[in-house]
Nanobody
């Protein structure tokens, strides 16, 4: 039933760092792309970072230079390293495998809460 689990969120001060993990229940080796998304209260879910099977990356404008997405196929895990966090990064973070056309391979999981505050 549960096909992916996000973890690693927490409360951090501005300028701090955090690494999120997303463990999938099945192989991600052949997936065309993997992505991290976030949703803040009252806002739409937005793309934070995406990683293709061949290693190309895409980042949202607001996180470029601060966040890094990576994967470990053997561990069936996708990571999001977040540095120099800002209050505006506060949101629930989700992972998924985008299929294109706003379609995704999995239902959205519980996500992991990231709160950046002094």
């Amino acid at each position: 039933q549960v096909q992916l689990v996000e973890s690693g969120g927490g409360l951090v001060q501005p300028g701090g760092s955090l690494r999120l993990s997303c463990v999938f229940s099945e192989s991600i080796f052949s997936f065309n792309a993997l992505g991290w998304y976030r949703q803040a209260p009252g806002k739409e879910r937005e793309l934070v970072a995406a990683l293709t099977r061949v290693g190309t990356t895409t980042y949202g404008d607001s996180v470029k230079g601060r966040f890094t997405i990576s994967r470990d196929n053997l561990k069936k895990t996708v990571y999001l390293q977040m540095n120099n966090l800002k209050p505006e990064d506060t949101a629930v973070y989700y992972c998924n495998a985008p299929l294109g056309g706003l379609r995704y391979r999995y239902d959205w999981g519980q996500g992991t809460q990231v709160t950046v505050s002094s």
